[in-house]
């Protein structure tokens, strides 16, 4: 019976804060085994992230540990420093969230892992520079020998966290920790990350602690899970029986509210067109929830579509003929968007999607009027608006609404919620006092907060509260078209799942159209009518939702679906082979 | 990186000119005779004024004037004369040195002490030392330098003997309580400043791959927490020496040193409008080029600049 | 109500959203950012203690010798009036009964040196806030329209600014001073010109923080409203950026009194007969071995000033930007002032001290070139991260 590699028996943590005490984790007993992968999962607040922090002594300096946490039988907190210095790196080594950061940016790669081999002793001076080449070229950097010289800011997110992974695997660790070590990056960036780590534990028969709060990544990667909430763990147990048969309530609920890339013959696209066709019944599948969690209200996100086929006198509620964008930095012009052509009908969900640099945001700032658009023509409601008079223009925003991404910074601190609300009315001089209120308590409830919040400020808002507040400023003026940038990335998935539960159900109400930015296909599924797939700059297909995401005839879309994980192991297995299959077949 | 210095210099080409001028300006263009601003109260005879007029291109309009004054020091350092027929750049030779090493002895003594009292400070956080600076640096920068440099001139002048009050006298001693008045406010900011930086790159996440690795603590600051926050603090430091010049005013003044700053100083107060020009946009042109040198090195520095 | 909220489930197995929603129904009195900054500041004992200070110099400076200075408040000794010197113009304070006759001593020329200090604080007071005034308006002024309409403007301005700060501040200030001698209006008018040689600090901060807060999804919402860019500056940015500007405003009143002091010790601050501290401190400079207090009353006085402004613009910075960390529950207190709990960023005091002293230093910040590169300045108070 092998040992285990990590141990965790009864771990607590607390910090002292200026608030009193925190407990952070409140007893966590778990193993890790040699050439394993157990997944920690939770949300935000959970204590996945301390619990990990703790294996390697890196808490702050206000945390008191009880509890034990060994190390191949080694009991880590009642280890001198220098040991546990030992230890650091070449027994048990980390790999953090954010790449962008891990390294040091004025030090040359080379540098900082010759450091990694140096330290424990492994190799030195140029033999250290010869394995450290090695490990690049193992983890997947091309040209490793120049490339090495150069320093962090001229390598991409995902090169970086790739030689942070050489650096965690140079000593031959026995233990991974990987902290979200795939979170900041794309869906494709990530599909070769997790590759990566899972060829370097079958090679080097380590253990992974992975934390995440993805369930695709976990039926990806792990062999077991662990559930936390609160500082506790609620549920423990192989990848097939948590994600497949999941016991606790809470896990349950955490799999509900995952937003699903449906495959072609899922058993929940037949009942959508049922109920499309239908367009009165949108009743009955609201209260089904399906083996695989389709949450609520889900499959009827899309009852207005059928009005788009009978009124066509009506214009376009947003369309794009032709379009490019630039952008201008010291007198230098660059083209980040060409040839762009879309429509989006009244009613109509459209969902723009595409990976970092794929141009997609910028689309939705030449919409809003917050950038130029150099050639082409935007056509909200049939007027092109870059070329409308200043007055025009600003009566035609009336009939655009926005959400951003960030909840922090979308609401002016300064602001209380019912001033928030009502801004528009006031720009556009709509209304009185009275009645400005009045329209702020009936979307405070249409956003399902209560009306004491009028009088609140933002700073007192958790962040899907607030995203809430960012809807209900959009549907002020009742517009015909609202441009939604990625509006719950920055959620936990249970709050992303509420916020978008209530935006589609708002869709369905107010009927208005929309632009839904996002880098999720998952969620393009549950809500859009129309997909359009971009990459730097460039359309790459587009389509109805079903075509696109089902029947996609475009390499990178295929590889952006392959990509992306979904929360069963089997499943998620054959799919990681059908990716491998066609990435061999483009290469 | 090439792109960054050409920016910088073409940047700096304007604000030299525009800025020599305004001093020029300042002093010339006050309404009114000129001559008689130049000559203040004293008496003047019919032959020096023409000298002067013929010399100032007085005839000239006034930009003219500007640019052949702008010529002169371009071309032979001419920065013109007294009206004792001085050569201003005679003067400017006999104090810059004093000056020099005054700006010289502060730039040493603030950039050790400042940034090993900040590295202490950061290490030792929240313990005595760390306590001591706190509390000595926002005390010094409340203090007007006048008030610093008599009590230094009190305490270790006249009190204790150790140093000399005044003059130039004595060597290398003669600078150290004009070097330490001088330093005095400087020291305690980039103290602050380094130990700042040092605390957030000690916070930061490339520190915390660093002990992931097993690294050594001092390793990891020296390596990493240091090299990151000594960039800002050198930025600093050529900032601060830039402005030196104009600083020395003061200083001069309390301590009696024969320097620039003494001489703007009487300058201003006897009414000589040539000396008072020529210095100060001596003192303009340093700081200028001053700031140029920090901006490169910052480039130099910073590897994200300089393979942009 | 079309929709009323759901039943809350109990304790273990809500989720995040019902958590928050439960969260918020119960939670009780709502401040805004002004009061929050008004608690936290009143919360700052040394800020406290030395507004408490400032206002009882400025009151003493005020009714003791009325505003003309003749000895029109409880003090009736006018600081003009001159006379014979008594026992060589000692200070009579705790000698001849608790004040005597002339409590700060008296100058060679029998002046009573109190009145004398009262009135230097005056003018020193006033000469400190007329500056820190101008020079904040106009700070505010060119840093914002720089920093919202980018362009040629920010270009034309900030090449302005860099100008202004290349100048060594004394003679521009000299001159600038020397200028407001024939104008009238005395020393608010001094103060004014003063202050046109020391914004430049406030308008790169301005500048600093509109850039930051031009990326806030706030403002692009406003934008994308159809709001007017005037709406945009005066009701989001600039309220927001109003925590930044008023400490810088404090430590520019601190700096100014520095100022003040060097000039009119140069002579070209308050001219005779008025008088600052300092004035005074110039005049009597050579005796501080022979009649000392003619030297220490307006230094203690000039400390005692700059001391307090000191501390009461760090007050407002810790109410301000909540990033300061404290441990344990230790309310910020002489410690914190002195700066030895939590961390204060040497950057926005000195670069308001050396800014202001010394025709600054352009690069407190990274170089006036790296902020194209885009804004890292700036804060904002409800900054929070997913956390895990």
């Not at chain 1, 949300?43 to 619990?51: A, H």
């Not at chain 2, 032979?76 to 004792?84: E, K, P, R």
């Not at chain 2, 050529?238 to 300058?267: R, Y």
């Not at chain 3, 110099?57 to 600081?79: A, C």
């Amino acid at each position: 019976m092998p040992e285990p590699v990590l141990s965790y028996k009864d771990i607590r943590v607390s910090f002292a804060t200026e608030f009193g005490d925190v407990d952070a984790v409140k007893g966590v007993s778990f193993d890790v085994m040699p050439g394993e992968v157990v997944a920690v999962v939770g949300e935000s607040g959970s204590g996945k992230s301390v619990t990990s922090s703790t294996a390697m002594g890196l808490l702050p300096e206000n945390a008191t540990v009880n509890g034990e946490v060994l190390l191949e039988g080694k009991s880590v907190l009642t280890m001198s420093t220098a040991e546990l210095r030992r230890l650091r790196g070449s027994d048990i080594s980390m790999v953090f969230q954010e790449p962008m950061t891990a390294l040091n940016p004025v030090l040359r790669v080379s540098d900082q892992l010759v450091e990694a081999l140096q330290v424990h002793d492994v190799a030195f001076g140029g033999e250290a520079l010869e394995k450290s080449i090695a490990l690049l070229e193992r983890v997947g950097i091309p040209d490793a020998r120049t490339k090495i010289k150069q320093y962090p800011h001229q390598f991409s997110g995902g090169q970086r966290q790739r030689i942070v992974i050489a650096m965690a695997i140079a000593c031959g660790p026995k233990v991974i920790i990987a902290d979200e070590p795939t979170t900041a990056l794309d869906v494709t960036v990530q599909a070769e990350i997790l590759d990566l780590l899972r060829e370097l534990k079958d090679e080097l028969n380590t253990g992974i602690l992975l934390i995440t709060h993805n369930m695709g990544v976990v039926a990806d990667m792990a062999d077991r899970v662990v559930v936390m909430l609160n500082g506790e763990v609620v549920e423990t147990g192989p990848v097939a029986t948590i994600l497949g048969h999941p016991e606790h309530p809470y896990t349950r609920r955490l799999l509900a509210a995952m937003p699903l890339l449906r495959e072609a013959g899922d058993p929940s696209l037949e009942s959508e067109r049922v109920v499309v066709t239908e367009r009165g019944g949108v009743g009955d599948s609201s209260s089904s929830r399906t083996a695989t969690g389709v949450p609520d209200g889900r499959s009827n996100g899309r009852a207005a579509n059928g009005v788009a086929g009978t009124d066509s006198d009506a214009p376009p509620a947003l369309e794009a003929k032709d379009v490019a964008l630039e952008y201008k930095f010291r007198r230098k012009a660059t083209r980040v968007v060409h040839d762009l052509n879309f429509t989006v009908q009244p009613g109509e969900i459209m969902g723009l999607v595409g990976e970092s640099g794929s141009g997609k945001s910028t689309v939705a700032k030449a919409v809003l009027g917050l950038l130029d658009v150099a050639e082409g023509e935007l056509r909200v409601r049939g007027s092109n608006m870059p070329a409308l008079p200043a007055k025009e223009k600003k009566a035609l925003k009336r009939e655009i609404g926005v959400v951003f991404q960030d909840p922090a910074a979308s609401l002016d601190p300064r602001f209380p919620i019912g001033d928030i609300i009502t801004e528009p009315m006031v720009v556009h001089k709509e209304g009185d006092k009275n009645s400005r209120m009045a329209r702020a308590r009936e979307l405070l409830d249409a956003v399902r907060l209560p009306s004491s919040v009028l009088n609140r400020y933002p700073h007192e808002l958790s962040g899907g509260q607030r995203q809430r507040i960012s809807i209900a400023r959009a549907l002020t003026l009742n517009p015909t078209l609202l441009i939604a940038d990625e509006p719950t990335s920055a959620l936990d998935v249970s709050v992303q799942a509420a916020v978008l539960d209530l935006f589609s159900e708002l869709q369905q109400q107010y009927g208005f159209a929309c632009l839904f930015v996002s880098h999720d296909l998952a969620v393009v599924d549950a809500l859009a009518h129309k997909v359009l797939v971009m990459q730097k700059g460039r359309t790459v297909e587009q389509g109805t939702t079903d075509q696109v995401l089902r029947h996609a005839k475009e390499s990178y879309t295929q590889q952006l679906l392959a990509a992306a994980p979904v929360p069963n192991p089997e499943v998620q297995a054959r799919r990681r082979t059908e990716r491998q299959r066609l990435l061999a077949a483009l290469a | 990186m090439t792109r960054y210095i050409i920016r910088r210099l073409l940047q700096f080409i304007p604000v030299i000119l525009i800025s020599t001028l305004i001093v020029y300006a300042l002093v010339f263009a006050i309404p009114g005779d000129p001559i008689r601003a130049l000559a203040g109260d004293r008496p003047m005879s019919d032959a020096v004024r023409e000298t002067l007029r013929e010399q100032y291109n007085l005839d000239d309009p006034f930009l003219i004037q500007y640019f052949k004054y702008i010529w002169g020091i371009v071309t032979a350092l001419d920065f013109g004369s007294t009206f004792n027929g001085r050569p201003v750049t005679d003067i400017i030779e006999q104090r810059l040195p004093v000056t020099a090493t005054l700006a010289l002895v502060t730039l040493v003594i603030q950039t050790i002490m400042g940034i090993i009292a900040g590295i202490l400070a950061a290490l030792y956080r929240d313990r005595f030392f760390d306590r001591f600076v706190q509390v000595s640096t926002v005390t010094m920068v409340a203090l007007p330098t006048l008030v610093i440099g008599f009590l230094l001139q009190l305490i270790f002048g006249l009190n204790l003997g150790w140093f000399p009050i005044a003059g130039v006298n004595n060597g290398i001693s003669s600078y150290i309580l004009p070097a330490l008045t001088m330093a005095a406010v400087s020291t305690g900011i980039l103290a602050r400043l380094v130990r700042s930086e040092l605390l957030d790159a000690l916070k930061s996440d490339y520190v915390r791959t660093a002990t992931a690795k097993g690294m050594k603590q001092t390793r990891v600051i020296t390596r990493h927490g240091l090299r990151n926050s000594l960039i800002p603090a050198v930025t600093f430091i050529g900032a601060d020496l830039a402005s030196m010049l104009g600083g020395s005013i003061i200083v001069e003044t309390i301590f009696n040193l024969p320097g620039l700053g003494q001489q703007v100083f009487a300058s201003i107060q006897g009414q000589e409008g040539t000396v008072v020009v020529g210095i100060v946009t001596l003192f303009v042109l340093f700081f200028v080029v001053i700031n140029l040198i920090v901006d490169l090195l910052y480039g130099l520095l910073d590897p994200r600049i300089r393979y942009e | 109500m079309s929709q009323s909220i759901p039943p809350i489930p109990p304790e273990d197995v809500r989720s995040a959203t019902e958590a928050e929603d439960a969260k918020l129904a119960s939670a009780q009195r709502s401040y805004s950012q002004g009061q929050l900054v008004r608690r936290r500041f009143f919360a700052h004992k040394p800020a406290v203690v030395s507004m408490a200070a400032l206002i009882f110099i400025i009151l003493l400076s005020i009714t003791s010798i009325g505003f003309s200075g003749q000895g029109t408040g409880w003090w009736s000794k006018s600081f003009l009036a001159t006379g014979l010197t008594v026992d060589g113009g000692v200070p009579t304070m705790f000698r001849d009964g608790f004040l005597g006759e002339h409590p700060f001593g008296q100058d060679s020329i029998g002046r009573d040196y109190f009145a004398m200090v009262m009135r230097g604080t005056q003018q020193s007071l006033l000469v400190a806030l007329g500056v820190a005034l101008s020079s904040t308006v106009l700070g505010v002024l060119v840093g914002a329209l720089a920093g919202y309409f980018r362009g040629w403007i920010e270009a034309v301005l900030m090449r302005i600014t860099d100008v202004v700060i290349v100048v060594p501040l004394l003679a521009l200030a000299a001159v600038f001073g020397a200028y407001a001698q024939g104008l009238p209006g005395g020393t608010l008018t001094l103060a004014l010109f003063i202050g046109l040689a020391t914004w430049t600090g406030t308008a790169r901060l301005v500048r600093a923080e509109i850039l930051s807060l031009r990326e806030k999804e706030y403002v692009s919402a406003a934008i994308a409203m159809g709001a007017h860019p005037a709406r945009i500056i005066l009701k989001h940015m600039l309220p927001n950026s109003i925590g930044v500007i008023v400490v810088n405003a404090t430590f520019a009143i601190a700096a100014a009194i520095l100022l003040e002091t060097t000039l009119s010790y140069l002579g070209f601050g308050v001219q005779a007969p008025e008088t600052s501290l300092g004035a005074l401190i110039q005049n009597n400079q050579n005796a501080f071995t022979t009649r000392p207090w003619l030297f220490w009353f307006p230094g203690l006085f000039i400390i005692a000033i700059a001391l307090s402004v000191n501390f009461i613009g760090d007050g407002l910075r810790d109410a301000i930007d909540p990033r300061q960390k404290r441990t344990g529950s230790a309310r910020p207190g002489w410690r914190t002032a002195f700066g030895l709990l939590g961390q204060a960023t040497a950057e926005e005091r000195s670069g308001k001290q050396v800014t202001e002293l010394s025709g600054g230093p352009t690069q407190m910040q990274p170089p006036a070139g790296m902020t194209d590169h885009g804004p890292d300045l700036g804060y904002d108070p409800t900054d929070e991260k997913r956390d895990s």
